[in-house]
Nanobody, 115 residues
Framework: QVQLVESGGGLVQAGGSLRLSCAAS????????LGWYRQAPGKQREWVAT???????NYKDSVKGRFTISRDNAKSTVYLQMNSLKPEDTAVYFC?????????WGQGTQVTVSS
């Protein structure tokens, strides 16, 4: 089992920045990738960014150049630095771990961007 706990969400004005954190615990050995997803009201959950266990990163097109995913293996933590935030980035952001073909999820953290 893998437990994921997100933090760092909040209310920010358009153009502002937030950094989300996700601390992983439990059986974190052999986690293949860590990622961030988001779900806006009335919409399906969508993928935002992924970082693999060798440091490779991928981003949703709409966040490229604004968001940066990183990880601190010593702290078993993954981060999402979000800059130049837009109202359309408003959503609940979820941390995800891909381990041995199973998906684990955090409880989510709310990000609200005001215009």
């Amino acid at each position: 089992q893998v437990q994921l706990v997100e933090s760092g969400g909040g209310l920010v004005q358009a153009g502002g920045s937030l950094r989300l954190s996700c601390a992983a615990s439990g059986s974190i050995f052999s986690i293949n990738a860590l990622g961030w997803y988001r779900q806006a009201p009335g919409k399906q959950r969508e993928w935002v960014a992924t970082i693999t266990n060798n440091g490779g990163t991928n981003y949703k097109d709409s966040v490229k150049g604004r968001f940066t995913i990183s990880r601190d293996n010593a702290k078993s933590t993954v981060y999402l630095q979000m800059n130049s935030l837009k109202p359309e980035d408003t959503a609940v952001y979820f941390c995800n771990a891909d381990k041995e073909c199973r998906q684990y999820w955090g409880q989510g953290t709310q990000v609200t961007v005001s215009s």
